[in-house]
């Protein structure tokens, strides 16, 4: 099991590490592939969703089973923020929304993340997950997990 673990971490380190900026929704425009990640129980706050800008060569990809996430092609970006908007929204402890464009190191916008923050009170702070991007060629590995304090109160 060790190794096992070794080995994950090795891999999940490799690639370049993407940015996150804070982002308007009136950035969002274009088509998009939209990645409607969690919401799998009633009390999944491990939840997410990603825009990912169509029409470059690149494309994310969870580091999950494809159990754990939902891909829709070719929306709109009206409506791949409104479908994003919906899906982070349904858990009782949710607050509001933050959406931040995710760059590489040159500054090129590669896709949105829009994420849910929950009311501090429910889980100790709103912003509950770590959530980094790593291109790997031709793909964004995506890599999503509860802060570490927030994972004991999730049992």
Not at 43 to 49: F, G, P
Not at 111 to 133: K, N, S, V, W
Not at 146 to 153: A, D, E, G
């Amino acid at each position: 099991m060790l190794i096992s673990i070794l080995i994950i971490s090795k891999n999940l380190g490799r690639g370049k590490l993407l940015k996150t900026v804070p982002a308007e929704i009136a950035d969002i425009a274009g088509t998009f592939t939209l990645i409607l990640y969690g919401a799998e129980h009633s009390n999944d706050i491990e939840t997410v969703a990603i825009l990912d800008k169509e029409g470059d060569r690149y494309t994310f990809e969870p580091f999950a089973p494809e159990f754990k996430y939902i891909v829709k092609k070719g929306l709109p970006a009206k409506e791949a923020f409104e479908e994003a908007s919906e899906f982070i929204s349904w858990h009782n402890s949710f607050h509001r929304s933050q959406l931040r464009g995710i760059i590489d190191e040159n500054g090129k916008l590669m896709g949105y993340e829009l994420r849910p923050l929950y009311f501090p009170l429910a889980f100790g702070t709103g912003d509950i997950m770590d959530i980094d991007y790593r291109m790997r060629a031709d793909k964004i590995a995506v890599i999503i997990r509860l802060k570490p304090f927030v994972q004991p109160m999730q049992l």
